[in-house]
């Protein structure tokens, strides 16, 4: 079991910056792949970044590819995005979430192989 706290969000113009992180908890954390997420008003939630459990290997999408970071330090538990060059269509609320599978399929861009998620943060970008 892994239960999973975002922080980190708010308000910010564009152009501005944002560091989230999510904190969880269990001793199981290092062997779990993370996954960041977003999902604006009325929209599906979409992949945004993805880490291995070792933080080895990223993925990000394209729509954020350059400004964001997604890194982890697992001695804390914890995951991070850095957003930079925030734009106002990154307004959403963002989520974390954990998985076991991890192949080179592009799994960890579906909400569905994740098994656990927070409780979201919102990000609101303003022009």
């Known amino acids: 079991q892994v239960q999973l706290v975002e922080s980190g969000g708010g308000l910010v113009q564009a152009g501005g910056s944002l560091r989230l992180s999510c904190a969880a908890s269990?001793?199981?954390?290092?062997?779990?792949?993370m996954g960041w997420f977003r999902q604006g008003p009325g929209k599906e939630r979409v992949f945004v970044a993805a880490i291995s459990w070792s933080g080895g290997t990223t993925y990000y999408a394209d729509s954020v590819k350059g400004r964001f970071t997604i890194s982890r330090d697992n001695a804390k538990n914890t995951v991070y995005l850095q957003m930079n060059s925030l734009k106002p269509e990154d307004t959403a609320v963002y989520y974390c979430?954990?998985?076991?599978?991890?192949?080179?399929?592009?799994?960890?861009?579906?909400?569905?192989?994740?098994?656990?998620w927070g409780q979201g943060t919102q990000v609101t970008v303003s022009s």
């Open positions: 269990g001793r199981t954390f290092s062997s779990y792949a």
């Open positions: 979430a954990a998985t076991l599978v991890w192949d080179g399929s592009g799994s960890y861009r579906t909400p569905a192989n994740y098994d656990y």
